[in-house]
C-alpha cells in the first residue's frame, strides 16, 4: 500500500470534497481517499503508486488544480 498527499487548490465546500473523490476513485487500485477540506489536502492510499499525472487529470475533472505533492 502507498499512500501519497496532494495540495488541492480551489476546494471550499462539501460538493467540492464529493467531487474530487468521486474522480479520483476511478483510478485503479485507489482504496482510500481522504479529503481536508480546510488544509486543501487529499490524501490518497492505493495499492500501487498512482503517476502524478493521472492524479492531475482526475483533479482537474473535477474542476479543482493539483498544485503538487503535499
Known amino acids: 500500500m ?16 464529493q467531487s474530487v473523490t468521486e474522480e479520483l476513485e476511478r483510478l485503479a487500485s485507489v482504496s482510500t ?5 480546510a488544509d486543501g489536502r487529499v490524501t490518497v492510499v492505493s495499492e500501487q503508486e498512482l ?4 492524479v492531475r487529470a482526475a483533479i482537474s475533472e473535477a474542476g479543482f488544480e493539483l498544485v503538487g505533492r503535499a
Open 2 to 17: 502507498t499512500t501519497t498527499a496532494y495540495t488541492v487548490t480551489g476546494m471550499n465546500c462539501g460538493h467540492c470534497v
Open 33 to 37: 481517499i481522504t479529503v481536508d477540506l
Open 51 to 54: 503517476a502524478d499525472g493521472d
